[in-house]
């Protein structure tokens, strides 16, 4: 049967809960002062406000909101790998991308200045043999007793003058780029070169070419940036005021890879352009599918805040939490009604918060339909 309407026209039966329930939010209001934490509700008229249910979930721990994160190679796993001597770049071996392995060489320079450390080297080699010659010589000459032992003491000086000087420009082609058997090689063939190889000194990844082939660069000159991808560390900046509960060795979710790791760090400084404070995670599981640089969203995992005893912690749809005068409050289901509990909003999360409120598992708490719900409720404390 269809109910009259205003200008004759009738109402559509799928309108008339509708109306149901905006005539008993009225009648609620005539009422005498229903008790102020109960809502009486029927259950056709909870299905009239299209309220649906749900049971908290226990929380233990919670997952912030989400925040940008970028991800970056930890300092001890980097390296930048520079010209050991000025040259012209002859040849670049590896791309940007190339897996590495240490001392691997990445690059060839034409280096006269290593002619001339090369030929400072062998000099120095040539008067050490010289003065061990000498010293052999007086130490003869004072065991037969031609010479004074002054003499013999004066060849151990220079000879030990000139191992420093060989000692020196061995260190010299070290730092050049040389390796100890390419040094023997030299003092044994006598033969200068003046190709030098530029090797790395870890594993990994070339992350960055920093000069062409043909080049001239200087001394120092960074070539290539090496990292090694595992671990790597992904940096948040964290507002302030979101910092509770958040703690080295707490985890950290990046929800889009389902990748978990771990904070390491919790900086002291807060950033003047955003008002966050730096919170650095390692990540070691799923590394591949991380790359140096790139921005993801990543969630703070923190463990339960506050207090352990007292009432329980629970995880809930947004939607389930009104709020009023700067209070939160849940309705959970009771006989004849539903009872407005207020709870501390402890976390909020992607589409859930955590709670702590005096609730249990077994309690059934409106998910929709809310709004309707504060409403009656808030009309009856003012009736």
Known sequence: MMVPARQGR????ARRPLLAALAWLSALVALPGPAADLVPLSADEQAAFGIE???????????????????????????VVAAPQAGVIEVLLVAEGERVE?????????????VAVQGDYLEALTRLGLADSELAREQMLHREGITAERRVIEAQARRR?????????????????????????????????????????IGGVVLEQM?????????????????????????????????????????????????DGRIIT??????????????RAEVTAG?????PGQFTEVQLLTGAMGETDGPGRWRLPRAAVVRDAGDAYVFAAAQGGFRAVPVTVLAEEDRTLVVRGDLSASDQVAVSGVVALKAAWLAGEGS
């Open 266 to 279: 919790v900086g002291r400084m807060v950033h003047g352009e955003d008002q966050g404070v730096l919170v």
């Open 102 to 114: 240490a001392g691997q060489v990445l690059a060839r320079l034409a280096s006269p200045e290593l």
């Open 211 to 259: 000069a062409d082939t043909g080049e001239s660069v200087a001394a120092s000159a960074p070539l290539y940036r090496v990292g090694e991808l595992s671990p790597l560390w992904v940096e948040v900046h964290v507002p302030v005021d979101a910092l509770a509960g958040v703690a080295v060795g707490g985890g950290v979710r990046l929800p889009a890879l389902g990748v």
């Open 53 to 79: 249910l749900a049971a908290p979930e226990p929380a233990g721990t919670a997952l912030s909101r989400r925040y940008p994160g970028k991800v970056a190679v930890p300092n001890r796993q980097l390296r």
């Open 161 to 201: 003058e000139l191992a420093t000087l060989v000692d020196q420009h061995r260190q010299r082609l070290t730092l050049a780029g040389l390796e100890p058997a390419a040094i023997a090689a030299l003092a044994e063939s006598r033969r200068l070169s003046s190709t030098l190889p530029v090797r790395t000194p």
């Open 10 to 13: 009738p109402i559509p039966d």
């Open 287 to 291: 590394t591949e599918d991380l790359r």
